[in-house]
């Protein structure tokens, strides 16, 4: 008996094709979808830097004195409830923090700032966090310091209250230069160090504390960044 076999087609070039247009529309959702993310993220640290503004002038306005510098710690403790274990200032009319110490210091006014701010409402977290612990995480895993010591280009620094970001990539510093400031420091031609927003560069997955001198480069789309910005 004479037997027929049937050969295995192969994938047609119609069939190749769509294969192709479905590999490319998944490439292009995930790709769409790192984007998005990393927008989301820029959004959320501008409303951080922007919500703690608001709480700290919301802060001025109810006690008539400064986050941080309010105090002693008797008369704060004696206010009741979240202010129980908050530590107090020396009501000098400045928030002492020095700039190598932004994410790292256990002592001085700026964990009472943040220890203030809650303990008021005006921010999430426990007030009775203290040192390290006290300072927020901002989007990207970092942390959010404050200092009143000056910060960027030594001819014109910003200075007296100033809001800290460490880890920001260098995209999403770029992005919030152009969302919060000048925008300058973006391209090739004009460092960022102008403006009230400064950048230091720094080191992946360390919280590089702000440093005084300029800096002198474009953002590097592959850096990471400390960036500063005058309250």
């Not at 943040?114 to 303990?119: E, G, K, P, V």
């Not at 474009?218 to 005058?230: A, D, K, N, S, W």
Request: hydrophobic content about 40%; charged content about 10%.
């Amino acid at each position: 008996m004479k037997m027929s076999m049937k050969q295995q087609a192969g994938f047609t070039l119609v069939e190749i094709a769509i294969v192709l247009v479905i590999i490319g529309l998944l490439l292009g959702g995930v790709l769409k979808g790192t984007e998005l993310i990393e927008n989301s993220k820029v959004k959320r640290a501008a409303n951080e830097i922007n919500g703690i503004t608001a709480a700290f002038y919301a802060y001025q306005d109810r006690y008539q004195r400064l986050p941080g510098d309010d105090g002693n710690a008797a008369s704060l403790n004696a206010r009741g409830g979240n202010w129980a274990v908050t530590q107090g200032g020396n009501q000098n009319g400045v928030i002492v923090s020095a700039a190598g110490q932004t994410f790292t210091n256990t002592n001085g006014e700026h964990v009472g700032f943040w220890q203030h701010l809650r303990a008021a409402g005006f921010i999430n977290g426990a007030s009775n966090a203290a040192g390290v612990g006290a300072l927020p995480v901002n989007a990207f895993g970092g942390l959010i310091g404050f200092t009143n010591d000056p910060i960027g280009n030594p001819a014109s620094p910003i200075s007296g209250r100033v809001l800290c970001m460490s880890q920001v990539p260098g995209k999403a510093a770029a992005a919030l230069d152009v969302q919060l400031d000048d925008g300058i420091g973006t391209n090739n031609n004009n460092p960022g160090n102008t403006g009230r927003l400064r950048a230091i560069l720094g080191n992946a997955g360390a919280n590089t504390p702000p440093a005084p001198g300029a800096f002198a480069g474009p953002y590097l789309e592959t850096g990471v960044y400390t960036i500063c910005i005058q309250m």
